[in-house]
């Protein structure tokens, strides 16, 4: 049997883009999706949640949502921004819809927006 400890810790290392390339793996492989797991979770959490409705969101995501037709100029942006390498940077704007960065404070998701904008592309904060 695996050491599962090592398979956490080697998860736990997993960056963002490597986690969704291997969500996808996993899904292609087993034909089973992430999302239907979320679904059943859903409504319960969502139940949970609207206790606080009143609270102000203080994190966010940057989900580059296109190129707007300048792809080389918004994955210069998005290199600069993540400090990926040329690969995954392509990758990720070919990809697109895809998170750029999560978790971030509202000051600094503004920021990349204006950035990946002046760019040219386009950007939604989740």
Partial sequence: M???NKIVD???????LEAAELSKL???KWGVSAAAAVAVAGPAAGAAAAGPAAE????FDVILTGDGGK???VIKEVRAITGLGLGEAKALVEGAPKAVKEGVNKDEAEKIKKQIEEAGGTVELK
């Avoid at 102000?56 to 994190?59: S, Y």
């Fill in 2 to 4: 695996a050491d599962l």
């Fill in 10 to 16: 080697e998860l736990s290392a997993l960056t963002v």
């Fill in 26 to 28: 996993l899904e292609e």
């Fill in 56 to 59: 102000e969101q203080t994190e």
């Fill in 71 to 73: 792809k080389i100029n």
